[in-house]
């Protein structure tokens, strides 16, 4: 599988474009005249420059406005053809974008657009290069893929191909399965990207929209599986036209495309097992058991106030690391570390980031390949020195330079708590609050980095996306997007902060990039654990009441349902399914919180529609904090 990316889909100056998608592992790349343009230096310094980075020039676009010119438009079109044709035998490439035309003045009829092309291609073959033709989803005359290719058919000419573009083709709701009919060796290349699903303008939407695949919601699996049928060998080629991008690092955004295409071929190799698809080897997406631990990293003082914190919510004190100052703490299947050792990341995090989450121990079904596949997928992957008696669990860098590490039940990893530690024999009911697990962890990012960590996730675990959700800070949205397993053993929501006026926007302002803001603790019955958290000193976020006149309001739920939630400033939503009970604790350091949740019956949200309710509540008392 050769890989290529238009040089329009990342920032930077044509020279530092290269060089992050070398970096990325790409092959090629396909340079966007206006690139080339801007360039200080001749083609062939061009083309000795991409060939510096490792890299091919795999396509030169976009040529522009050609077929169904009238005279004397379509002589000029011809002239200014053989002009590029120059360009491209100095840039070393053999393959030209035509783009379907878009001028008030062309003329339509396919036997007229094709009797061009054959003359283009033959003015092509004299200088032993090819012309790929696509059809734009805004074309005048030509939108659709399946016309596009009527007329490459009719040109009859083997320098003439079809360029097929997924978003063109998916933007218009035309089946890609009628590519499955084209012959593969007529289909000169293939441009990749995806979309969310937004109803404007095709132009628009394409111009500012466009994302990697999977990042988006259009079906370019099913495309790229339509694709593969017919044969197609050649280069698949991401071309991104998106905003965000254009300001992103070229490097990260490289990244991500690189990952995409990866993932993208390993999901059509499994959805076409009969086509020789050749994607890259690496496990399959792995299964989460559940989260194993989160660790913490502190100083001596600061980890002081979160043990007080985590008694409060009745955890009790397990073990002490045999060789660390690393201390355990538990309550039903949670396990929460906190890390005020002086060597080693977590002290690095810390001198960094403040006290905050470091770590999260994921468990899966085999934590070897876990690693493979993110390390297939262009992960980072994370080492440290391992001390006397410590384990090696495998471990990959995650959303700011945090780690992910896995553990599984083959092995050492098994019996990591007996191993790393030297557990206390309290028993482990002992002023028990009834927290049963983790139910889901938040992660607070500027939201630049969503579409980057939800592919992160999606592609290297068994998971899937919800919907993005607005959640309404009275300083702003937060666009938050959950990503979360069949069982529900792994669900992550990530918030996208867009300016830092917001209560997240502070957050992650303060702690100097992105983090786990929150940990929400599932529940069998909320009452009682909020009963039993008042007796060991747990204050409770405080709710304006306001909000329970309106809740009796909207839900009619009855007096004592009512009056226990308002006594115990517990949220309130429910679904078609069920219904979702959540409280928060005060907020501490620079902006984290902890949830208590019980779900009933199969609800399958998170209560967003409180999140604003929640927020007021977390300013008040920022406010309130502050001026004491």
């Known amino acids: 599988m050769k890989t290529s990316i238009a040089t329009v889909s990342i920032s930077g100056n044509l020279k530092e474009k290269l060089s992050a998608i070398s970096d990325a592992g790409f092959d090629g790349i396909e340079i966007f005249e206006n690139d080339f343009l801007t360039f200080d230096g001749p083609p062939r310094e061009v083309a000795k420059l991409v060939r510096d980075f490792g890299l091919e020039i795999s396509l030169f676009q976009p040529f522009r406005d050609f077929e169904g010119m009238p005279k004397p438009n379509r002589a000029r079109a011809f002239d200014r053809a ?105 289909i000169f290349f293939v441009q990749l990207a995806d979309a969310p699903l937004i109803d404007m303008d095709l132009l628009y939407w394409s111009r500012h929209f466009r994302n990697m695949p999977g990042e988006g919601d259009l079906d370019v699996v099913g495309f790229m599986g339509a694709v593969a049928a017919t044969g197609y060998d050649g280069p698949l080629s991401l071309e991104i036209f998106n905003d965000q991008f254009r300001g992103g690092s070229p490097r990260f955004i490289s990244i991500d495309g690189y990952r995409s295409l990866v993932y993208l071929m390993d999901q059509v190799a499994k959805l076409e097992p009969d086509l020789k698809i050749e994607p890259v ?116 860098r995650g959303v700011s330079g945090g780690i992910l590490h896995f553990v599984d039940n083959k092995s050492s990893l098994k019996d990591l708590w007996e191993k790393e530690f030297s557990l206390q024999q309290t028993p482990a009911a002992t002023g028990d609050c009834g927290l049963k697990s983790i139910d889901h962890i938040a992660q607070t990012m500027n939201h630049e980095e969503m579409l980057s960590w939800v592919l992160f996730y999606t592609s290297l675990f068994k998971t899937t996306k919800l919907p993005v959700v607005d959640v309404v800070d009275p300083a702003g949205l937060i666009r938050s997007q959950v990503i979360e397993n069949a069982s529900g053993s792994l669900r992550l929501t990530l918030n996208g902060v867009e300016n830092n006026r917001t209560f997240a926007g ?118 309130r904090t502050e001026h004491l």
């Not at 989460?288 to 660790?295: H, T």
């Open 506 to 623: 502070q957050f992650i302002s303060r702690r100097f990039g992105s983090a786990v803001q929150h940990i929400a603790f599932t529940c069998a019955d909320i009452f009682t654990t909020a009963a039993a958290l008042k007796t060991r000193g747990f204050q409770p976020l405080q709710i304006s009441p306001n909000y329970y006149d309106d809740l009796d309001a909207r839900l009619a739920l009855g007096d004592p349902l009512l009056n226990q939630l308002r006594r115990n400033n517990i949220l309130y939503d429910r679904d078609e399914n069920g219904a979702y009970y959540q409280f928060y604790s005060q907020i501490y350091g620079d902006g984290f919180f902890f949830e208590i949740i019980e779900r009933q019956g199969d609800y399958k949200g998170y209560g967003a529609t409180n999140a604003q309710f929640r927020i007021s509540a977390q300013k008040r008392n920022t406010q």
């Open 281 to 396: 080897k690496m496990p399959d997406q792995i299964p989460v058991n559940g989260i194993e631990f989160i660790e913490f990293s502190a100083n001596e003082t600061e980890a002081e106030e979160l043990a007080t914190i985590l008694h409060t919510l009745g955890f009790n004190h397990r073990g002490k690391h045999i060789s660390k100052d690393v201390e355990l703490w538990r309550q039903g299947d949670i396990n929460i570390v906190l890390n005020t050792d002086r060597d080693g990341f977590a002290h690095s995090s810390y001198i960094v980031h403040g006290t905050g989450v470091c770590d999260i121990g994921l468990s899966v079904a085999d934590a070897k390949a876990t690693v493979q596949r993110a390390q297939a997928l262009g992960a980072d992957i994370f080492t440290q020195p391992v001390g006397p008696g410590e384990l090696e669990i495998p471990a990959i």
């Open 82 to 186: 053989e002009r590029k044709f120059d360009v491209m035998q100095e840039l070393g490439t053999d393959l030209m974008l035509v783009c379907s035309n878009t001028a008030p003045q062309a003329l339509g009829g396919i036997d007229r657009a094709a009797d061009d092309f054959c003359e283009l291609g033959a003015r092509a073959a004299r200088r032993g290069l090819r012309v790929g033709y696509e059809a734009l989803a805004w074309g005048r005359h030509i939108n659709d893929h399946r016309d596009a290719w009527e007329i490459v058919r009719r040109a009859d000419h083997p320098n003439i191909g079809l360029i097929l573009d997924s978003f063109h083709t998916l933007a218009r709701k035309i089946d890609p399965n009628s590519i499955r009919a084209i012959p593969g060796d007529k």
